[in-house]
């Protein structure tokens, strides 16, 4: 299946935990990088549970994909 098949999760339901994980993703991603859970955990003050509780719960609602160097963005409708 294609990810543009893939509903992406509503951004309003996020927390503003999930949402601040997410915009580290992002301006990680912006710069065509991928989020390492380390450089994630050392932007982001939080115990490490909970990062990947916020990384595991983006990545199902398809804001973020996993790979093997790290996280990036998922589908988005918005310009780089």
Same mark, same amino acid.
């Given at each position: 299946?294609?990810?543009?098949?893939?509903?992406?999760?509503?951004?309003?339901?996020?927390? +503003?935990?999930?949402?601040?994980?997410? %915009?580290?993703?992002?301006? =990680?991603? !912006? %710069?065509? @990088?991928?989020? +390492?859970?380390?450089? =994630?955990?050392?932007?982001? +003050?939080?115990?490490? %549970?909970?990062?990947?509780?916020?990384? @595991?719960?983006?990545?199902? =609602?398809?804001?973020?994909?996993?790979?093997? !160097? @790290?996280?990036?963005? @998922?589908?988005? +409708?918005?310009?780089?």
């Amino acid at each position: 299946m294609d990810e543009r098949d893939v509903p992406r999760g509503d951004v309003q339901e996020l927390s +503003d935990f999930e949402l601040a994980v997410y %915009e580290t993703v992002a301006e =990680i991603d !912006k %710069e065509r @990088g991928a989020a +390492d859970f380390e450089t =994630i955990g050392a932007l982001v +003050d939080a115990p490490e %549970e909970d990062l990947w509780a916020a990384l @595991g719960h983006l990545v199902s =609602i398809n804001h973020l994909h996993s790979t093997s !160097k @790290g996280y990036v963005l @998922g589908p988005h +409708d918005w310009a780089p």
